[in-house]
């Protein structure tokens, strides 16, 4: 009884974990009361019936030949106060891609760090042949020009929602500790769904989304209005957990910094792409505090979602059986398929998560350039389970090229359980690296023994005191340390952060530590 005194305690504020039928939860988080059982292969060729389309198979990772990427040509935006329309730009100035970070991203000789005779050779570089749409600079000098450019794999196109950001009204109606409350009524949270209603053109199904517009928009500083971009966050919201002192303590105690986010173009050995799951209901809430704070961090940010939406940029992919809670895993094999066929030589490093995750970037990048990306690694939350070891998918984990390469070489294999319908993607994405390929979890913990990766949020960490209830079995073979030495100073990730306010607080508390007078 104590122990379940415990776990409800420390999840005060946030709503107790429970099983949901949306992709807002981990696998593990429906039924904290027991464990979860480690997943088997179902090769039951009964479950290949009523599939929806599937993408191609995993032959074209296998394949030695350059594979080019779907050609899609540049949606036309409808014209929006926020958004650069195409009647706004200059179609008359010539311009070529600027020589950046993202001008070639997708030339095979500009990022392979594979060796070609390795068993992870990079076999899904894209041409090194750019053919440019027809030149358009941005009339709104707050942009650079070159930015509104990117790469869909085998041309450079315009990404005509480059800038854009919904309005934010500088004066609140409500205070931010009233935009907690699950069922506020507040129209200057940030949340609401008006603020994402302007229409957009739908991209249409070869559309190859532009991942590294969050990271261009962070380097240009402005949206498309000329407004501060990411847009700025209030001091108020330093203030807002005061009924929830745990999570404060803990960020306190344990000196969680987030490390400045880096303003210059990143090394080509450590670039990073994040990409979450979620739903459309989603989008106005936690999708698009994350694209207000910590997605421009990554090099790469996009979201898996049941409607695409060029904007965040989101984007929905077909899979094998029904949109539910129960067949995550073939969610998240659709996204790695999409992440390989289009992204594979473009980043080093690929983070995979959910959408109540908070992320701390440059504490994620600082930590992976401690390792080789040119190896296979597989990097995360450590749980034992009864038969395979894996990384919970509820604090993400995060794939080195090469190790994502030889999952996506074997995905079809019955070893990985192509058929197998489960909430437990975490777990089959382990069993897969393990057994197909032999990559296991490692220990990702600092040098004080303390963790980087979070399954649970900041004031759970700080009041879990060992009860033996599910997540206990799954650490106790190498232990955990409790209350303001459980959590990383140099701390990736907390997890269950449902509410965009609290995910806005703790950004902004643990990144703008002068910002929020706070005494490290």
Not at 198 to 222: I, K, N, Q, Y
Request: hydrophobic fraction near 30%.
């Amino acid at each position: 009884m104590s122990t379940i005194l415990v776990f409800n305690a420390a999840l005060r504020g946030y709503g107790a974990p429970k099983r949901e039928t949306t992709y807002g939860i981990s696998t593990h988080d429906s039924e904290p009361e027991s464990a979860p059982s480690d997943g088997e292969e179902n090769t039951d060729s009964s479950q290949h019936e009523g599939s929806a389309a599937l993408l191609n198979s995993s032959s074209k990772y296998t394949n030695k030949s350059s594979a080019s990427a779907s050609s899609a040509s540049a949606p036309s935006a409808p014209s929006s106060p926020s958004s650069p329309s195409p009647s706004q730009l200059n179609r008359d100035s010539a311009t070529s891609l600027n020589s950046s970070e993202y001008a070639d991203a997708s030339s095979t000789s500009s990022h392979d760090h594979a060796n070609n005779q390795s068993q992870y050779s990079n076999t899904t570089s894209h041409s090194a042949d750019h053919t440019e749409t027809s030149p358009i600079h941005a009339s709104n000098q707050n942009l650079s020009a070159n930015n509104i450019y990117y790469s869909n794999g085998t041309r450079a196109v315009v990404n005509h929602w480059y800038g854009w950001q919904p309005d934010i009204k500088t004066a609140m109606d409500c205070t931010w500790v009233e935009c907690l409350k699950v069922n506020h009524t507040c129209k200057t949270c940030r949340d609401s769904p008006t603020d994402m209603a302007v229409p957009f053109v739908d991209p249409g199904e070869d559309w190859v989304p532009d991942v590294t517009m969050l990271r261009r928009m962070f380097l240009d500083g402005h949206d498309s209005n000329g407004n501060p971009w990411p847009p700025p966050l209030p001091k108020e919201l330093c203030d807002v957990v005061n009924s929830s002192e745990n999570t404060r303590r803990l960020l306190d105690e344990a000196k969680i910094v987030g490390a400045p986010i880096s303003r210059t173009p990143e090394t080509k050995n450590n670039k990073l792409l994040c990409f979450i799951y979620t739903m459309e209901r989603k989008h106005n809430t936690s999708i698009r505090a994350m694209r207000e704070t910590w997605a421009p961090g990554c090099d790469g940010f996009l979201a898996f979602s049941t409607k695409s939406d060029p904007r965040i940029p989101a984007i929905s992919v077909p899979h094998r059986g029904k949109e539910k809670y129960g067949n995550m895993w073939q969610k998240i094999r659709s996204m790695f398929q999409f992440v390989g066929k289009h992204y594979l030589s473009e980043f080093d490093w690929f983070y995979m998560g959910g959408d109540d995750l908070v992320v701390y970037p440059q504490n994620l990048k600082n930590y992976l350039g401690t390792i080789n990306s040119s190896e296979p690694h597989y990097l995360g939350r450590r749980f034992k389970g009864k038969k395979v070891g894996f990384n919970t998918g509820g604090a993400g984990y995060a794939l080195s090229r090469p190790a994502l390469q030889c999952l996506l070489a074997n995905l079809e294999e019955q070893v990985c359980g192509p058929w197998k319908m489960t909430s437990q993607e975490d777990v089959m994405t382990a069993i897969c690296l393990e057994r197909a390929c032999n990559i296991t979890y490692e220990d990702t913990r600092d040098d004080q023994m303390r963790e980087r990766f979070h399954h649970w949020m900041p004031d759970f960490e700080y009041f879990y005191k060992g009860g033996k209830f599910w997540y206990y079995n799954f650490i106790k073979e190498w232990g955990i340390l409790l209350g303001n030495q459980s959590c990383s100073s140099e701390t990736v990730n907390f997890h269950y952060i449902k509410n965009p306010t609290m995910a806005r607080y703790l950004y902004h508390y643990v990144q703008d530590v002068q910002g929020c007078n706070r005494t490290i």
